[in-house]
């Protein structure tokens, strides 16, 4: 059985630009089901920033609908929906994005206290989600102490504490070298198989994104399947 998570309908997006309206995105589709990994490339300035923006309800379109569980989010309050992406959404970034006055450790907790969960049960799965990627000796390391491919994986640690619907991935591996990339690769599309978690990523490396289950080119303002 299809289990639907996420679905773009019809978005459109434009800016104001000192030659008028500058359309971005135009008649946008996207299904993304459970434990499904979707890449969208494209060139630099396409929009695939946006498009991932108003997917993960960051940004809102100027038309078309975002449905989220089956649940038009254009008519949602703003509690609502940071509700929606506390809970459900998980997200990495090129840039880890880490709190760099925190510790790995509570880096990884916050979002589960963050919802209201006890800080012993935040701290207990927060050691096992980092242990279980290879971080168990930095626990207490802040951002400055970590590789590159550390934060990277502690960002991952941090986007699957909340057991999320998905996780919204925007160049994970941009600046990485190769060998941290190929790891932050395998773990994002291992979690679409063992948590049943769905995926959407952004990505200028061909490799990564022919390695999910569905590739979207984003040109001409739309979203291709290829």
Excluded: W
Excluded at 4 to 13: F, H, P, R, S, T
Excluded at 91 to 97: D, E, I
Excluded at 102 to 129: C, R, T, W, Y
Excluded at 167 to 173: K, S, V
């Amino acid at each position: 059985m299809i289990d639907e998570v996420l679905k773009l309908e019809n978005i459109a997006k434009c800016f104001d630009s000192a030659d008028g309206k500058l359309e971005i995105l135009k008649d946008i589709n996207l299904c993304v089901n459970a434990g499904e990994s979707v890449s969208i490339v494209g060139r630099s300035g396409s929009g695939k920033s946006t498009l991932l923006s108003i997917a993960a309800l960051i940004d809102k379109p100027n038309s078309g609908r975002v449905l989220y569980r089956g649940k038009d989010c254009s008519s949602l309050k703003d509690n609502e929906i940071s509700s929606i992406r506390a809970h459900s959404m998980g997200f990495v970034f090129q840039n880890s994005l880490l709190l760099e006055d925190f510790s790995a450790l509570e880096n990884v907790m916050f979002p589960l206290l963050n919802i209201g969960k006890k800080k012993k049960e935040a701290e207990e799965k927060a050691k096992d989600l980092l242990s279980q990627l290879g971080l168990e000796k930095r626990f207490s390391h802040r951002p400055k102490a970590l590789s590159g491919g550390e934060r990277q994986r502690t960002a991952i640690a941090r986007a699957l504490i909340t057991e999320p619907d998905v996780i919204f991935a925007d160049e994970p591996t941009g600046a990485l070298d190769e060998e941290s990339a190929v790891l932050i690769e395998s773990l994002l599309l291992k979690a679409t198989i063992d948590r049943n978690t769905a995926l959407v990523l952004v990505t200028h490396n061909p490799d990564f994104a022919s390695m999910c289950q569905l590739k979207y080119v984003l040109e001409h303002k739309g979203l291709t399947l290829v």
